[in-house]
């Protein structure tokens, strides 16, 4: 009983890790050891080909590491995104670190409000997901049907069990309806959940 009682803890320690992990926010430096900057390795593509390689998840932060007052930071319409449309009064981060929360899903551009900085590729456009996609849902499964006794009576389907103290069913039963998950609220109430049906299976 005690092994399986230590097995149980390793299994739900390691579920919580993978959500942890799954909902961490994550800070991207970038253009890496280059850092944001008017003259890029590779021009005006190094800013696009650097994002082209990450997965950019709601609430990750960009980190853009240059030299305090010969750049900014400004994030800024597709539009003026495209045609480098930027003047002084656009409002921008001036001092180095600039840390932006990429805080919602879609599109960011941002790009320096130097003059000619955004012309010579020192602009960036990220496309950013949910955090936390909700997984693909299986067919739900079909309990058995019980084999009736040999006597020919018909034999009466056991009752479900009763939540405790008015829980709410765990995903485990027929029936129950698993948590949405799309937020790190969401999994952490089920992962709550999990730990009290471990907690009642095993005390």
């Known amino acids: 009983m005690s092994q399986l009682k230590n097995m149980s803890i390793l299994l739900v320690i390691a579920f919580a ?7 961490e926010a994550v800070d991207h430096i970038v253009g ?13 593509s190094f800013y696009s080909d650097w994002a082209s390689n990450i997965t950019f998840k709601e609430n990750d932060v960009l980190v853009f590491n240059f030299v305090t007052g010969a750049h900014t930071v400004a ?4 539009a003026n995104f495209d045609n480098c449309n930027v003047d002084q009064n656009t409002q921008a981060i001036t001092t180095s670190p600039a ?16 003059q000619g900085h955004c012309d010579n590729g020192q ?12 997984p693909a849902q299986g067919p739900s499964p ?3 049907s019980p084999t009736p006794p040999s006597s020919g009576t018909t034999p009466t389907p056991p009752s479900p069990t009763p939540p405790v103290n008015g829980d709410s069913p765990s995903p485990s039963q027929p029936g ?13 109430a089920s992962f709550s959940i999990i730990i009290a049906v471990v907690i009642n299976l095993l005390f």
């Open 32 to 44: 890496g050891s280059t850092g944001w900057t008017a003259t890029p390795p590779g021009g005006a």
């Open 75 to 78: 994030e800024i319409s597709k």
């Open 99 to 114: 840390r932006v929360t990429l805080n919602k899903t879609g599109d960011f551009y941002f790009t320096c409000t130097f």
């Open 123 to 134: 602009k960036l456009s990220v496309k950013v997901s949910a955090s936390s996609p909700a």
């Open 176 to 188: 129950a309806t698993p948590p949405s998950p799309g937020s790190a609220t969401s999994l952490v």
């Open 17 to 23: 890790a993978t959500i942890l992990q799954n909902t």
């Open 142 to 144: 079909t309990p058995p």
